[in-house]
C-alpha cells in the first residue's frame, strides 16, 4: 500500500472521530433547545466565545470517552509494531493482521507505537484527573475559606497563615517533592490523601445538616445513606490492594477486597493528591475574599434575623451568591492543572513511564524533535486546544455571570 496524503490522513481523521460529532451535535441542538430553562448553563450559548470555549472542551471530553470505549483509536496505544519506528504521518503498517487498522495516521514514534492512539488515550488521562482534582481541590478551600472568612479572628489567621506558608512553595518545586520516589516510599501522599479527601464528606454533611436540620425525618435517613456511600468511596479511593497505608515501617489496613469497590494506580493517585494539595490554598483564599465581602450584605442580616445557623448562612446565603467568580475560577482552574500534568508527564514524575498522557508523549517526542516533528506536535495542539477551550468556556461564563 501508498503512504497516504495529508488529504487523506485528514479525511481518515475527522471519520474517526464520527462518535464525537455525533456526540457534539445531539448536545449543542438539546443545549439550544432548552437553553432558557438550564440557568447559567444555557445563557452560555449566548456567548460565541463560550460557545466555542465549550465545543473545545467538550471535543476532548468525549473523546476521552469514546476513546475510552474503543470507537476512535486505531490501534493499542502501548502496543509495538515491527518497523514502524518514527515512521512518518500515513505509512501503511507492513504485515497488517486480519481486521486491523492498515495505516499509523499519524505516524509512529520512537518505540514504534502509533501516535494518534496515544494522543486519544491521552486525552482521558487528562478528563479523569483535571476536572476531578479541581473540584475536591474546590470542596477543601470552600470547607475552609467560608468559615474563615465569615468567622475572622484567629481561625481566620491561622488558614490563611497556612495557605501562605503552601503558596510561598513554587508550584513545580512543590509537585517535584510530593511525586519523587523518595517522597512516595514514605507513605506522605497516602497520609495527605487520607486528609484531603475527607473533606468532600464533611461538606456534604454539613450541607445536608444545614439544609434539613428543621426535618430530621428527612435529615437522618439522608445523612445515613448519603455518607455512608461517601465513606465507602473514600475508602475504595484512598487504598491500595487493601491496605491505606502500607510501607515498611507502617502497615494500616482498610476494606477488605470483596467490598474494595476499586485501585487506583499509585501514581495516579500521588498526581491527584499533589493537584489537590496545591490548589485549594488558592481556592481558599478566593471563597474567603468573598465570603468577607457578601456577609456584609443585606440578606445576609436577614437571614441571621430570622435566626438561621452560622452553616446555614455561609452555604445557602453567601455561597450560592458567590458562585460566579467561582465558576470562572473552576474552569481556569482545570486548565492550570491540566498545563500542570502535562509539565509532571514532561519531566517523567507522577504517571508511569508508558502513560500515554499528553506531557510524557511530549517528552518522549522532544528528543527527537530536530529530526521527526511528528511525534510531539499532536500533543502538544491537543494540550493547547483543551485549555484554550477552557480559557475561553471561562471568559464566556464570566461575561454571562456578570449580566446576572
Known amino acids: 500500500m501508498e503512504p497516504l496524503t495529508w488529504g487523506e490522513i485528514i479525511a481518515r481523521i475527522l471519520v474517526q472521530f464520527t462518535p464525537v460529532w455525533i456526540a457534539l451535535v445531539v448536545l449543542f441542538t438539546a443545549s439550544f433547545m432548552f437553553k432558557r430553562r438550564l440557568g447559567l448553563y444555557g445563557k452560555l450559548f449566548d456567548s460565541p466565545v463560550g460557545m466555542i470555549g465549550f465545543g473545545l472542551v467538550m471535543f476532548w471530553v468525549f473523546t476521552g470517552i469514546f476513546g475510552q470505549m474503543d470507537l476512535i483509536g486505531t490501534h493499542d496505544p502501548l502496543s509495538q509494531l515491527s518497523g514502524m519506528k518514527n515512521k512518518a504521518p500515513g505509512?501503511?503498517?507492513?504485515?497488517?493482521?486480519?481486521?486491523?487498522?492498515p495505516y499509523y495516521l499519524l505516524g509512529g514514534d520512537n518505540l514504534a507505537r502509533d501516535v494518534f492512539s496515544r494522543m486519544i488515550d491521552g486525552a482521558w488521562v487528562v478528563v479523569q484527573i483535571a476536572p476531578l482534582a479541581t473540584l475536591f481541590a474546590f470542596m477543601v478551600g470552600i470547607t475552609l475559606g467560608l468559615p474563615a472568612g465569615y468567622f475572622g479572628g484567629r481561625l481566620d489567621t491561622l488558614l490563611s497563615f497556612l495557605a501562605n506558608l503552601i503558596l510561598a512553595f513554587p508550584?513545580?518545586?512543590?509537585?517535584?517533592?510530593?511525586?519523587?520516589p523518595e517522597i512516595v516510599a514514605t507513605g506522605v501522599p497516602n497520609f495527605m490523601a487520607m486528609v484531603l479527601f475527607i473533606f468532600p464528606i464533611v461538606f456534604v454533611a454539613v450541607l445536608l445538616n444545614s439544609r434539613y436540620h428543621t426535618q430530621p425525618k428527612l435529615r437522618t435517613p439522608l445523612l445515613v445513606v448519603v455518607l455512608g456511600a461517601m465513606i465507602w468511596i473514600y475508602l475504595s479511593v484512598i487504598s491500595t490492594n487493601g491496605w491505606l497505608v502500607n510501607t515498611?515501617?507502617?502497615?494500616?489496613?482498610?476494606?477488605?477486597?470483596?467490598v474494595d469497590?476499586?485501585?487506583?494506580?499509585?501514581?495516579?493517585?500521588v498526581v491527584f493528591v499533589s493537584v489537590v494539595f496545591v490548589n485549594s490554598p488558592t481556592v481558599f483564599r478566593i471563597v474567603r475574599g468573598l465570603t468577607m465581602d457578601i456577609k456584609t450584605r443585606d440578606y445576609v442580616a436577614a437571614a441571621q434575623t430570622r435566626g438561621e445557623g452560622t452553616w446555614y448562612i455561609m452555604?445557602?446565603?453567601?455561597?450560592?451568591?458567590?458562585?460566579?467568580?467561582?465558576?470562572?475560577?473552576?474552569?481556569?482552574?482545570?486548565?492550570?492543572?491540566?498545563?500542570l500534568l502535562g509539565t509532571?508527564?514532561?519531566?517523567?514524575?507522577?504517571l508511569p513511564p508508558e502513560s500515554p498522557d499528553w506531557g510524557s508523549t511530549i517528552n518522549e517526542g522532544r528528543k527527537l524533535l530536530s529530526i521527526y516533528l511528528h511525534p510531539a506536535l499532536p500533543p502538544a495542539l491537543a494540550l493547547l486546544s483543551l485549555v484554550l477551550g477552557l480559557n475561553l468556556l471561562a471568559d464566556g461564563l464570566r461575561e454571562e455571570s456578570l449580566k446576572d
Not at 91 to 101: D, Q, S
Not at 171 to 180: A, R
Not at 248 to 258: D, H, N, S, T
Not at 315 to 336: K, M
Open 91 to 101: 505509512t501503511p503498517l507492513p504485515n497488517p493482521g486480519e481486521g486491523a487498522y
Open 261 to 269: 469497590l476499586f485501585d487506583i494506580p499509585g501514581g495516579i493517585l
Open 171 to 180: 508550584v513545580i518545586l512543590l509537585f517535584y517533592l510530593l511525586v519523587t
Open 344 to 350: 509532571l508527564g514532561f519531566f517523567g514524575l507522577g
Open 315 to 339: 452555604l445557602w446565603e453567601i455561597l450560592p451568591n458567590a458562585r460566579g467568580p467561582l465558576i470562572v475560577d473552576f474552569c481556569l482552574r482545570i486548565g492550570y492543572t491540566t498545563i
Open 248 to 258: 515498611p515501617g507502617l502497615q494500616i489496613p482498610a476494606l477488605p477486597g470483596a
